[in-house]
């Protein structure tokens, strides 16, 4: 049986990947065999991969090959980073994501994309959702810890009220942290931020995000049209470590809920709580997920973004390898383009 070995047929498509996570949020990294991409921006490399590459978004992220809470990224070159990514996950391609930024800081760092310099590794990453700042911790050769500065991000609207069928009024914050989310007490709706609580917090964050989308309440982008769409509910909980502040639980995409506590989720967060007074600048809050991992994470400033006082939020957390893969794709295979049973 050692000798055993099968070889992939030479009309089958072979893509390879590294797996890491943050924050128990998995990460799929396209490092090979992803077709060339037509663009000069990660908006256009986007755009490109959703009209004709998708069949292999679901084949990398939905099952077999993964899961209903699979998340990737196709690296990209960038004209004014030293890198771009596509995130991608269940439903299609989000315009932001942090747990994959500290993610691929770490993995740029190590894998020698940029050079390792000890004691802070500074580099720059293009995100569908701009331009972003981030710094990798070096000791002994290895990066230690990883924070990013976000994107401008701002309240939209604070204690709006819309109607769910069986929930009544539900109170929500709108904001964004390049992407919008909105925000809910998990105690008003009466659900748990911990593990148990998994399939109400999908059944209900889904019910809130359509009825929003639904609803007359605008959300639109300052500057892209692209970017001018509901990503998502998160649910705010009590802490359940004595030395951090909330959880928060993100249900997103077609009913994702993020393992980790969701980096532009967080920035989000900055922004609502610095525009209600609850937080200085430069006052660090600990924020954890539904399963305890947790980010750090401030406002560093405050600038103006359109017609928005905005927050320039630092999130701060660590990634891990999990492993690497060599994906085959048999066009035979009637599942090969993936399935999803949520």
Excluded at 192 to 216: F, N, R, T, V, W
Aim: proline residues 5%.
């Amino acid at each position: 049986m050692n000798n055993f070995m099968i070889t992939p047929h030479s009309d089958w498509t072979i893509i390879k990947t590294l797996d890491m996570h943050t924050g128990g949020e998995p990460l799929r990294v396209v490092l090979e065999g992803f077709p060339k991409l037509e663009g000069n921006s990660v908006l256009e490399y986007r755009a490109y991969i959703k009209q004709y590459y998708d069949a292999l978004r679901r084949a990398l992220i939905l099952e077999p090959r993964g899961h209903s809470d699979m998340y990737g990224v196709v690296v990209t070159p960038s004209s004014i980073g030293d890198f771009g990514v596509v995130f991608m996950h269940n439903e299609g391609y989000s315009t932001m994501c942090g747990h994959a930024i500290i993610a691929m800081v770490r993995l740029a760092v190590e894998a020698g994309w940029v050079p390792m310099v000890f004691p802070e590794t500074q580099l720059f990453i293009e995100a569908p959702c701009g331009l972003l700042t981030a710094y990798a911790s070096i000791e002994a050769g290895a990066v230690t810890g990883v924070r990013f500065e976000n994107v401008p991000s701002y309240v939209v609207a604070l204690d709006q009220f819309i109607e769910i069928e069986g929930l009544g009024k539900v109170k929500y914050d709108l904001a964004y942290g390049g992407a919008f989310y909105a925000f809910v007490s998990a105690a008003e709706v009466g659900v748990s931020c911990a593990p148990g609580g998994y399939q109400e917090l999908i059944s209900i964050g889904m019910k809130i995000k359509h009825a929003i989308m639904d609803s007359e309440v605008e959300i639109t982008h300052p500057f892209e049209d692209e970017l001018s769409f509901l990503y998502g509910t998160i649910f705010i909980g009590e802490p359940m470590a004595s030395d951090a502040d909330s959880r928060n639980v993100c249900v997103f995409a077609e009913g994702e809920v993020d393992r980790s506590p969701t980096g532009s989720g967080v920035s989000a967060r900055m922004a609502i709580h610095y525009a209600r007074g609850e937080l200085k600048i430069n006052e660090w809050m600990k924020i954890e997920s539904i399963i305890g991992s947790h980010f750090r994470s401030c406002v560093k400033e405050i600038v103006p973004y359109g017609d928005y006082e905005a927050v320039i939020p630092v999130v701060e957390g660590m990634a891990y390898y999990t492993g690497k893969n060599e994906f085959w794709i048999d066009p035979e295979d009637p599942f090969c383009e993936g399935f999803i049973l949520r």
